[in-house]
């Protein structure tokens, strides 16, 4: 029986509770731990967290669930836990990775990983070169954080393209520009991986006049079979970049599978409900492994 911790800001929410009833259900002790209610506190040689006015002991693993407005902090914890010698199922480092898609795509795409073809521009001036460089509009511009498609556009036009530079700019906020994968068709496959296996897929497909598939997005999911090259590309990627639990989500293009990120925080209910995969059991086995193998030394 492991001692667990899931941190996440909301214990009734699907991904959570899912992955509460697995742990309990293989005989854990397990409960949700609110990352941004734990004190770090750094002293020397001692490292804790407080929780609740004590002093977490006696863990054996966290399952990190880490919001994308509270990534620093969650990674902060998470890394404190890290310090004190608990196992987690998804590191700090490969969390603020994956949270920043420019970091994302710059990692895999050195390791030879095929990607939509990116850029990003230090000064708005540099636009339109950069467009040429895309092969032209439309493009997709995207937030370096965005999540669930919103901070993702579809822009026709140079002069938007520009004018939306400008304006993020501005407000400080950094964009990538990528090129469009039109024959995507407003499709997309999330490939689930569960240690060194992908446990579940789906394809998503974008509602009617949309071209985001993603589920918040009013998309549909249904399960996808991967081809043996998506498998490959699908793991490769999660291993880059240092993930245990990954959502690898894949277009299908022209000149075959392009990886646009890496989510370290999947959500199940969307692919769980599509699929009847139970990737929660899958995870707390894969946690179980983990923890063993953590124990003898063998650090992740
Ligand atoms: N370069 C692209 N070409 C075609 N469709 C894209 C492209 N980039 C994103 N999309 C669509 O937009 C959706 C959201 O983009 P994504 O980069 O995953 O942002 P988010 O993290 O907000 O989900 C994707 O699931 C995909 O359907
Ligand atoms: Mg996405």
Redesign the pocket.
Known sequence: MLNLAILSRGPGLYSTQSLFRAARSRGHYVRVIDHQQCSIVVEQGVPQVLYEGGRLVGMDAVIPRIGTSVTDYGAAVIRQFELMGVYTATRSEALIIARD?LKCLQKLSAEHIAV?RTVIAGMPEAVPRLIDLLGGTPI?V?MLE???????V?VESRSTALSLVEAFTKLGQPVIL?????E?A???VRAFVVGKRVVAAML?Q?SEGE????LHRG?TATPAVLTPQEEKIVLESARLMGLDIAGV?I?RSKRGPLV??V?ASPGLEGIETATKVDIAGAIIENIEKGVERFSKGRKW
Do not use: C, W, Y
């Open positions: 898609k939509p997709v995207k965005s999540t669930h498609g919103v901070g993702v579809l990528q090129e469009f994968i039109a995507a407003g499709a997309d998503r974008a071209f985001r598939s993603n998309a989500d277009l646009m990120e989510n």
